[in-house]
């Protein structure tokens, strides 16, 4: 337990002391019961504010469903840059439904108060599952590349 | 109620007089004809939409879209956008309603939407066909409008229309987007329609995207993710 928190620390240690090292994009954990507070998430689009680098990766603050778990296609509160932003979450590393995808990283595409996506184009794989379900998801399905 | 007969009487004669011309079967002529009557058929349209909406004329509109779907498959190499014609659904929609009488059993076709489109003044109206591989919808449609108030009009009209050809069963539509002013979305499943204001379409640019897929120049923007230097991966995180 304690090797696993030294190893989460280790990466950040060493990012500090080397100055060619880039600068990592995403959070790698154990995987945790799908979303809920201070996970930290991927912002996958290509938002300004979901691509520049901070020193801390973004953290959900709330869940906007009944209990504090989100799934794919939850709305939820993001900590970026110092910023509350509101985002949807595209993708957990939890198994979900059968015959769904599961993803390597927690994915979370930015989102305004009204709806619109921040970003203009979403490079990774989106759940087509999202057509289904009930929620604006058009919005964010008409940007992306492509489709899981 | 005489508004309704010389409405149907006009649509009828008009009708009858295209069906004449189109087996004289002079391409180059019809089409110039075709426009002319594309235009007078747009304006008994907007009569008739006028007279639907008081209530009084329910079966205009879709005897006149029927005629003007029918002289669509004529028209296949003159449109600009990419579409392909259902022509043999559109057969069996014309014997449907012939046995039945009714006019209400008219699917809600990518044409019905386009022309109802070009009807309410859709500014840039964008009809992409979706490839095959992408199992999202089968078109995608961009349109624009001239203010907020145009697009909330456009949007609630379409679904109007729907819900009007809607049969038993169908899934609903429903507008995504309402409290957002500049981008309005539908998805009527075989199609999904976006009513984006000017500006917000040249900020998203979808038609680039749908149509340039991986080759669209704002995905190449994003620069390629790569692994840090210092990237260990430990297998015994994930087994964890």
């Known amino acids: 337990m304690t090797f696993l928190r030294l190893l989460q620390q280790?990466?950040?240690?060493?990012v500090q002391t080397s100055s060619?090292?880039?600068?990592?994009?995403?959070?790698?954990?154990?995987?945790?019961?799908?979303?809920q507070k201070m996970t930290r998430v991927r912002v996958v689009d290509n938002s300004s504010l979901g691509n520049?680098?901070?020193?801390?990766?973004?953290?959900?603050i709330h869940v906007y469903t009944k209990n504090g778990i989100g799934k794919v296609g939850d709305k939820v509160l993001l900590a970026i840059k110092g910023q509350k932003k509101k985002a949807l979450i595209v993708g957990h590393k939890m198994p979900g439904d059968r015959m769904t995808p599961r993803f390597d990283s927690n994915n979370v595409v930015l989102i305004e108060d009204n709806g619109n996506p921040t970003g203009t184009r979403i490079k990774v794989p989106i759940p087509t599952s999202l057509r289904q379900m009930e929620g604006d998801y058009s919005k964010v399905l008409a940007i992306a590349n492509t489709f899981v | 109620m005489n508004i309704l007969c010389k409405s149907r009487i006009l649509v009828s004669s008009v009708c009858r007089k295209s069906s004449l011309l189109d087996q004289l079967a002079v391409p180059g002529c019809t089409s110039l004809i075709f426009k002319a009557r594309c235009h007078s058929l747009a304006v008994n349209l907007s009569s008739c939409q006028q007279r639907w909406?008081?209530?009084?004329?329910?079966?205009?509109?879709?005897e006149s879209k029927r005629c003007y779907t029918d002289r669509g498959e004529g028209r296949l190499?003159?449109?600009?956008?990419?579409l392909e014609y259902e022509t043999e659904e559109e057969e069996d929609n014309r014997r449907n309603s012939n046995s039945q009488n009714q006019g209400f059993s008219e699917v809600f076709t990518l044409d019905v939407?386009?022309?109802?489109?070009?009807?309410?003044?859709?500014?840039?109206?964008?009809?992409?066909?979706?490839?095959?591989h992408?199992?999202?919808?089968?078109?995608?449609?961009?349109v624009s409008g001239v203010s907020p108030r145009h697009i909330?009009?456009?949007?609630?009209?379409?679904?109007?229309?729907?819900?009007?050809?809607?049969?038993?069963?169908?899934?609903?539509a429903k507008i995504e987007g309402k409290d957002a002013e500049d981008w309005m979305c539908v998805d009527f499943g075989k199609m999904v329609v976006h009513f984006m204001l000017p500006e917000t379409r040249e900020e998203y640019e979808l038609e680039k995207l749908w149509t340039l897929r991986t080759y669209d120049e704002q995905l190449k923007k994003i620069p390629v993710e790569t692994l840090p230097e210092d990237f260990i991966f430990d297998a015994n995180e994930f087994t964890k």
Do not use: W
Request: some cysteine; aromatic content about 8%; overall charge positive.
């Open chain 2, 77 to 82: 190499t003159e449109r600009p956008e990419k």
């Open chain 2, 134 to 142: 992408i199992q999202y919808a089968d078109y995608l449609i961009v």
């Open chain 2, 152 to 172: 909330r009009a456009m949007a609630l009209y379409a679904i109007k229309v729907f819900k009007f050809m809607r049969k038993h069963g169908e899934p609903h």
């Open chain 1, 10 to 14: 280790l990466p950040v240690v060493l």
């Open chain 1, 20 to 35: 060619t090292i880039l600068q990592r994009n995403f959070s790698v954990s154990v995987a945790t019961p799908a979303i």
């Open chain 2, 53 to 62: 909406r008081y209530g009084a004329c329910p079966r205009c509109p879709f």
């Open chain 2, 113 to 132: 939407l386009t022309s109802l489109l070009r009807q309410e003044n859709a500014v840039d109206l964008c009809v992409i066909k979706v490839p095959d």
């Open chain 1, 52 to 60: 520049t680098p901070h020193h801390r990766p973004p953290r959900v």
